[in-house]
């Protein structure tokens, strides 16, 4: 079946340093979301896109749709404490249903 | 008040229960889900319902089932619990118009099988 492969796995940076992280496929994918999960809590949609190229921003966060359809990048520019948690992408397949990538956590040091 | 609520949030049990999880919604959305999430294995579908006695099963449907009695509840029970199957359990839904697959999340309910 169609796998999304999700890195980093985990990042350490320091606060005000910029954020990079990417989903990849060998699959096409006709829409890719990212989602964020603070701890104890169940995920937050923070940024669907629909249109290969497309980019699109939510504050601090900016996210791409490869043009290839197989890949999508999320950056978190300025971090600050609040951004610490797990990220998600998740892309929507030929037989209409949802992945989920293993999730990229990023910490922030003092 | 939170859109989507699961119950209970933390629940320890012994292998061989019955669990049941509950999830409601206020959303309005006709579509529900069950995923299990583990360390380091993200999000995985269990159940999915697209509307109310519609059930269709996910990626790992085994050892579970689930029930749609009405649109805004969907349940999810483990017959003989196993240790295995701890993990953490999330509850999303989502609307049936274009955005389908924006799904909205639940707290999550944490179960133990010991």
């Known amino acids: 079946g169609q796998q999304l492969n999700q890195s980093p796995q985990s990042m350490f940076i320091q606060e005000g340093e910029d954020v990079s992280m990417n989903c990849t496929s060998s699959?096409?994918?006709?829409?890719w979301l990212w989602y964020k999960q603070d701890p104890g809590e169940g995920p937050v949609l923070l940024i669907a896109l629909y249109k290969a190229g497309e980019l699109t921003s939510n504050g601090r966060l900016t996210a791409q749709f490869g043009i290839t359809r197989k890949d999508s990048f999320l950056n978190i520019s300025a971090s600050i404490p609040s951004d610490v948690g797990i990220y998600f992408c998740a892309g929507l397949g030929r037989d209409d249903k949802i992945i989920f990538g293993k999730g990229t956590r990023l910490h922030i040091l003092p | 008040d939170a859109d989507v609520t699961q119950t209970p949030r933390n629940r320890i049990t012994k292998t061989g229960k019955r669990i049941m999880l509950e999830c409601s919604q206020t959303k309005g959305h006709d579509r529900m889900y069950w995923y299990r999430q583990d360390p380091g294995l993200g999000l995985r579908l269990i159940y999915y319902?697209?509307?109310?006695?519609?059930?269709n099963k996910g990626e790992i449907s085994d050892g579970y089932s689930v029930s749609r009695q009405a649109q805004a509840k969907f349940s999810l029970s483990l017959e003989s619990a196993i240790p295995n199957q701890t993990a953490l359990y999330f509850c999303?839904?989502?609307?049936?118009?274009?955005?389908?697959?924006?799904?909205?999340f639940g707290p999550g309910t944490r179960l133990t099988v010991l």
């Open positions: 319902s697209f509307d109310v006695k519609d059930i």
């Open positions: 699959s096409i994918f006709n829409t």
């Open positions: 999303a839904t989502s609307e049936r118009g274009p955005f389908y697959n924006e799904q909205f």
